[in-house]
């Protein structure tokens, strides 16, 4: 079965610095995605970022950028130059072959700092 | 990028009562929704799979009798919540699956509903 690990119950940065927020996966599946998503106080779901399996490089979004490495089965997100609006819960996801639904892990609170 | 709404954003109701939540996608057709549940501080749990013209496909421990999904056009699911009762309390978030090709089937998700049973 996949599953998503994120070690990082909570992350605090100074703002304007970069972070990264680890997620590792375990899956036997060679076709999968990856995903990364925010979510606010408000609750609503915010898409950041994909990462197929089969992309050979890190997908990047903005601010936003996946460090992956499939050998290691992580992909982590990193955040450049933070901001105070980046304070949330960051869930990684990860979806595979054949099914429809994403298995989230256990979500990061972050908290930018000024 | 794809928007989805959610309909009540709160409710309370009272326990024995059933309550109704609206997802719907505003600007494209999804004949692939999702209802998750998620409590305080902790990850989302899918529920159901909801296709559109077929019956929703329930997540194991879920009460099918319960969570009743109705996915009636490309562009609206309901859920209802039969006979609730306090322990029902949770914040429900519906999703709808933009189909992209290949894996990438990024999902897009309502604001959410908190649900209050007194």
């Known amino acids: 079965a996949q599953k998503i690990t994120q070690t990082q119950p909570g992350m605090f940065v100074q703002e304007k610095e970069a972070v990264t927020l680890d997620c590792t996966y375990d899956?036997?599946?060679?076709?999968?995605?990856l995903f990364w998503y925010k979510q606010p106080s408000s609750g609503e779901m915010i898409f950041l970022i994909y990462?197929?399996?089969?992309?050979?490089q890190n997908a990047t979004e903005g601010r936003y950028s996946l460090n992956f490495q499939k050998a290691r089965k992580s992909a982590n997100l990193v955040i450049s130059a933070s901001q105070l609006g980046d304070s949330a819960m960051y869930f990684c996801a990860t979806s595979f072959q054949g099914a429809q639904k994403l298995v989230f892990g256990q979500g990061t609170r972050l908290t930018i700092n000024p | 990028g794809a928007v989805v709404s959610q309909h009540p954003s709160r409710v309370i109701c009272k326990s024995g009562t059933s309550v109704k939540i609206e997802c719907r996608s505003l600007?494209?057709?999804?004949?692939?929704m999702f209802w998750y549940r998620q409590f305080p501080k902790q990850s989302l749990m899918l529920m159901a799979t909801?296709?559109?013209?077929?019956?929703?496909?329930?997540e194991q421990g879920v009460e099918k009798d319960k969570f009743l999904i109705n996915h009636a056009s490309l562009t609206l699911s309901t859920l209802t919540v039969t006979s609730a009762h306090p322990e029902d309390s949770s914040f429900y978030i519906c999703s709808a699956r933009v189909v992209t090709g290949g894996l990438r089937n990024e999902q897009y998700f309502g604001p959410g509903t908190r649900l209050t049973v007194t």
């Open positions: 899956t036997s599946d060679p076709s999968y995605g």
């Open positions: 990462q197929g399996s089969y992309d050979q």
């Open positions: 909801s296709n559109e013209g077929s019956k929703a496909t329930y």
């Open positions: 600007d494209f057709q999804a004949t692939t």
